[in-house]
């Protein structure tokens, strides 16, 4: 469990082009989508509102000015442009770390939605980050209740939370749900240019510092406009039932 105060800087990965979600996506950013009546990017900020969470970084790219018009009225917002060269999910990140501090900070994706258990999320994560254990703590969903997931999941868990990568063949019971924390450490001998977390992820599992925690409340992916559909009926039906 963690002494250290939780990350009060977070940075949102909105930049991808949301190429399954056409047509709704050629005109319109996918963390601007709206599920059951709010957007995604919105969606996320309300949980980092809920953390305590003072600054943020959105790195922006498809359509880029959209989002931009709409943090207009947000304040310590600070956006990264990436609208010459999309950098994925790493070299979003390392371009984004003169803006995030010194000290461990929120990574999230902007194009998700998921619900809290008992304790937020990103709380959980933040009580569960040890400093001198770990580079990169990542919450993990059950393959089991994950909306519009079909995959084979892709971590494991040990008795004391330390994650390794789901091999060729095998079947993992989590999923990466797109919230993590990470450490500005992690960075350190990261590439230039475009790469994937994936590859800082792989770096921290070989060194022991890879850790996760697996989320108890909700997650949805939403990767598709049917997915879209459906994953609003559900909210909807929720909400009708008392389960919202």
């Excluded at 309300?46 to 600054?55: F, K, P, Q, W």
């Excluded at 998700?112 to 569960?128: C, D, F, S």
């Excluded at 330390?162 to 001998?189: C, D, N, Y």
Aim: glycine letters at 10%; one cysteine or more; aromatic letters at 8%.
């Amino acid at each position: 469990m963690s002494d250290a105060p939780p990350p009060d800087h977070a940075m949102i990965l909105a930049a991808g082009l949301g190429l399954r979600m056409r047509p709704i996506t050629e005109t319109l950013p996918k963390p601007l989508v709206e599920v059951a009546g709010r957007c995604m990017l919105d969606r996320v900020m309300d949980h980092l509102d809920e953390a305590g969470v003072t600054h943020r970084v959105v790195n922006i790219h498809w359509l880029g000015e959209k989002i931009r018009a709409h943090l207009a009225g947000r304040t310590h917002v600070t956006l990264s442009n990436e609208a010459e060269r999309l950098l994925e999910t790493g070299g979003g990140v390392a371009k984004a770390l003169p803006w995030l501090g010194e000290a461990p900070f929120y990574v999230c994706n902007a194009d998700i939605l998921w619900r809290n258990g008992p304790v937020p999320a990103l709380r959980r994560l933040a009580a569960a980050w040890d400093d001198s254990r770990m580079d990169a703590l990542l919450l993990l969903t059950p393959t089991a209740t994950a909306f519009g997931y079909e995959g084979w999941g892709d971590f494991f868990l040990d008795p004391q939370g330390q994650a390794r990568r789901r091999g060729e063949g095998e079947i993992s019971p989590t999923l990466f749900a797109g919230v993590q924390i990470l450490h500005p450490r992690l960075f350190a001998q990261a590439p230039a240019g475009p790469f994937s977390l994936n590859l800082l992820y792989d770096q921290a599992a070989a060194a022991g510092r890879l850790f996760g925690i697996v989320h108890d409340g909700e997650w949805y992916h939403i990767g598709t406009p049917s997915a879209l559909a459906e994953a609003e009926a559900l909210l909807a039906r929720r909400a009708r039932t008392g389960e919202a």
